[in-house]
């Protein structure tokens, strides 16, 4: 029976090695002494206890709840702008500095809205917003600009969260009082009631399924190949990769443009195929489609490693 966890050696500050503890046993490590130091603190702790002194317990404060900022990315295997990862975790000794890096999902994206919450769960929207601010005047640069969101919490409470432009050093930053404050059964139900206004009202992106009726004609996209694959992207996903405010993650940005890539190529070769290739091309071109239309990740990252090694098969026996 384990109750709790505790991080000791300097090895353990490893992020991988608390996500591979907290997967195994659903537990999150407790933080409350610094890994490189508690080693030696615990050896000087026995030597007075071996040399016949009262050893008094030592109090450290730490961060009663997780903070950090939604971002875009899979959630249950499906895109999101609500994911959330915290860049402080709970029982985190204070006073604390964090930074994690963010990256652009669009060129030329001049501008990112942080949204902070408090909490746990992967998605941001079952977590508390406890504050918002833009951080915009981005360089005019292409998609992956990195953006560092730094925040420090002290033993007052007060969070101070930074968003800085790595390549200029371009900062904005906002500072949240109180952030560790308990909140009241009736505060925590205003504040959801608050992320659920909203959410209804357009202020975050709309989460509707893709509307079935948008079929695609594969016919039509041999005549007119990229414009058509544009009018066959779902809606939410197409708007969300044009929201200039919105983080991608890095990993589905390059999955959906390499399948985008690998059909134009494909609609290329069409007319030099045969007719048995060209209708298993034509069949592999609709079930990317369905997959991007429904955000069926898996069948995606499937119908490109197929489609993909026709094209090799068709280009070798030119």
Known sequence: QVDEILLVGGATRTPLVTELLQEATGLTPRQELHPDLCVAFGAGVLAARLAGHAVDRVLVDVSPYSFGPSYFGLLNGMPSEHCYRPIISRNTPLPVSRTESYFTMVDNQPAWEVSIY???????LNNILVGRFLAEGFSRVPAGNEIMCRMELDLDGILRVTATEK???LAKQITI????????????LQARQRMQELFRTGEFANDDEFDDDEAFDDDEAFDDDSDAFDETFDREIRDLLADPTTELDRELRVQISEARALLERSRRLLDRMTAEDREEA??????IEEALAMAQWPLLQTAVTALADLLFYVEENE
């Open 118 to 124: 408090q909490g746990d769960d992967p998605n941001a």
């Open 282 to 287: 034509i069949a592999l071109h609709e079930q």
């Open 167 to 169: 390549r200029t050093g």
């Open 177 to 188: 009082e109180g952030a560790t404050t308990a909140m009241s059964d009736s505060d925590m």
